[in-house]
């Protein structure tokens, strides 16, 4: 039953799911009880002010951080727990981890070490692939997001956009199924936003599953199945991109919606 939710168009495949989520940091309750789904293929966005939870909710997904109740369940499993619902051990953690891509605002790559480097790395250590099969496929990848050209040089010498690119790349080795970005282009330089949205929309015509956060209010429109707006640790509403701007049906959408205006 939890694995198909049915749309006016098609059935899609849920892929990654959270339930109940519950988080809080000392007394401040930062996620109250959310559900969300992401279905194969969908691109849903994320809008939310400051401080609402959107970053916390992608952490608790990509089981980047325990949570504190409800559960998250990956192409019809539940995930971070054992049969007993007890944490899994480290390493059938990172495994699950491994099947869930993430981006975060700021890139954090390994300076001392080149493009090609800084992507074959992860391969390496979760996958344990040779090197030979690592390298074509950060090569691959790298082509992919336009650094074809780029694969020996070291991130000082990239833009933020291409660094962010690169990040893509190293996600996307790992073969993810979904992948969660976290406001990728709330760092960059103006001028560079728009060379990473092209390649993340080319993922998503691609048919790459994906959760992005994002201020980005043109990218939600064109490129998002679904958006949704976040607001002090719930999920207020959701809707096709269409409805949710032209039709909103919550108070607390509509202000957000005058406030970006
Ligand atoms: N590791 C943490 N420790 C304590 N408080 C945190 C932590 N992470 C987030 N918070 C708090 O939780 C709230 C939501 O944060 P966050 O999920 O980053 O929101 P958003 O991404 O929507 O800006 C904020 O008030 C933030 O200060
Ligand atoms: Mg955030």
Redesign the pocket.
């Known amino acids: 039953m939890s694995e198909t939710t049915t749309t006016p168009r098609q059935t899609v495949k849920t892929v990654l799911e959270v339930r109940n989520l519950h ?1 809080t ?2 007394n ?1 309750e ?2 109250k009880g959310v559900d969300f789904t992401v279905g194969s293929g969908e691109v849903k966005v994320v809008l ?12 608790l997904m990509a089981l980047l ?1 325990p949570l504190d109740a409800g559960e998250v369940i990956f192409k019809g499993k539940r995930i971070g727990v054992d049969a007993n619902n007890r944490p899994v051990r480290e390493r059938a953690l990172a495994r699950q981890r491994s099947e869930i891509g993430m981006v975060f605002q700021r890139f954090n790559l390994f300076s001392h070490l080149t493009v090609m480097q800084n992507v074959t790395l992860a391969q390496r250590l979760t996958r344990k692939a040779g090197a030979a099969e690592a390298k074509a496929r950060a090569a691959e990848m790298l082509d992919r997001v336009g650094l074809g050209s780029h694969l020996h040089h070291f991130p000082s010498e990239l833009s933020g956009g291409q660094q962010q690119r690169v990040a893509i790349a190293r996600a996307l080795v790992l073969n993810p199924s979904v992948m969660l970005f ?2 990728p282009t709330s760092a960059l330089d103006p001028e560079l936003v728009n060379d990473v949205l092209a390649v993340m929309e080319q993922l998503a015509a691609d048919g790459m599953t994906m959760v992005v ?1 994002t201020h980005e209010m043109s990218f939600a429109r064109r490129v998002g199945t679904d958006v949704a707006l ?1 607001d002090q ?1 719930v999920l207020v509403e959701q809707a096709p991109p269409e409805e949710f701007f032209t039709n909103p049906q919550q108070e607390r959408t509509r202000n957000f919606l005058r406030h970006i205006h």
Not at 48 to 59: A, D, E, V
């Open positions: 988080k940091y000392g401040q930062v996620l939310g002010r400051s401080g609402s939870g959107k970053s916390t909710m992608l952490r951080e976290d406001e956060v976040f640790g």
